[in-house]
């Protein structure tokens, strides 16, 4: 990862899971960065991170992703952000809307504002296979959040910043992950809840999540959405995997909850290139010398079944 070497990163959200793997990963790479900062605004999760890596080039800043003041001044000499920063607990969106809708659409506008006005060389969101053909808030923000991403590349002053997302589905693992709750109650003796036997998701380790956030940072040149070549399985299958004895309850499905997630919809399959491990998602003005790949069919679908 020579593109980071002596360069400045900072991670929004980042005491979260992804943010924790991204500084084992470049720890472990031996990237050499002259700072990592960690933006977030929960200091005890970054004491404990602090606590956790020891590493002389990690620095942590606390601060709201909705507060363009406090992010103008953790973006001073950044050169790469990745923006990892949402609330992302469906339920819990649909509960608290305007919470979800502060933080995921105002805060991301509030970071395309200040790394503009920062000259920030490059800014890399996170997405979710729940932005596409949203069907709960917190996918509806998403996909705000993209297209305000996508489209801030054309506020950039001679390609500066750089704008573009990484989208894609469940994390295994990683926190409020259905994996680590299957595995609680199956130590419990306790029944699964199963919200309908047909359900199923995409997964992707949080490690290969991570690696692609970093490769796709490396080759964006703007607007792009990355998508990674991901497995999926049904849920019940999951389970079975996670214990063949445990008991299974079928419940109702809870507001917003998809029985299968989607990572490209039907009008975005026209601008679909596939690019050997990922496809890319390019806007209908995107110049096409700059595209990479090949372009998908016209039947082409990535639905989790």
């Not at 996918?139 to 996508?150: R, S, V, Y």
């Amino acid at each position: 990862m020579k593109f980071l070497n002596n360069k400045t990163l900072l991670i929004t959200g980042g005491t979260g899971s992804f943010g924790n793997a991204a500084v084992e990963y470049l720890i472990k790479n031996n990237a050499d960065l002259k700072k990592i900062i960690i933006f977030s605004r929960d200091e005890n999760k970054q004491f404990e991170m602090h606590n956790k890596f020891k590493n002389k080039s990690l620095r942590f800043f606390l601060g709201d992703v909705r507060d363009e003041e406090r992010l103008l001044l953790a973006l001073n000499n950044v050169d790469f952000v990745i923006h990892a920063a949402a609330q992302k607990h469906v339920p819990a969106a649909e509960y608290n809307p305007f919470e979800c809708i502060k933080t995921n659409i105002f805060g991301s506008n509030a970071l395309i504002s200040a790394a503009i006005k920062k000259k920030i060389s490059k800014v890399i969101a996170i997405s979710t296979d729940k932005a596409c053909n949203p069907v709960n808030l917190y996918g509806a923000t998403k996909l705000c959040a993209e297209k305000l991403f996508i489209n801030a590349n054309v506020y950039s002053t001679n390609n500066v910043p750089i704008f573009s997302v990484a989208r894609y589905g469940n994390v295994i693992a990683s926190r409020g992950s259905v994996i680590p709750f299957f595995i609680n109650k199956i130590k419990a003796k306790e029944e699964l809840p199963l919200t309908d036997k047909n359900m199923s998701r995409f997964f992707i380790t949080l490690e290969d999540a991570v690696k692609f956030v970093f490769d796709c940072l490396e080759v964006s040149k703007g607007q792009e959405i990355f998508i990674p070549k991901m497995n999926s399985i049904y849920i019940i299958d999951l389970i079975r995997i996670l214990s063949k004895e445990a008991k299974v309850k079928i419940t109702k499905i809870r507001p917003g909850e998809k029985i299968h997630e989607t990572l490209c919809s039907e009008g975005e399959v026209r601008n679909v290139y596939d690019n050997k491990g990922y496809y890319i998602i390019y806007p209908e003005n995107f110049q096409s010398s700059k595209k990479k790949g090949k372009p998908v069919a016209s039947d082409f679908n990535y639905i989790s079944n």
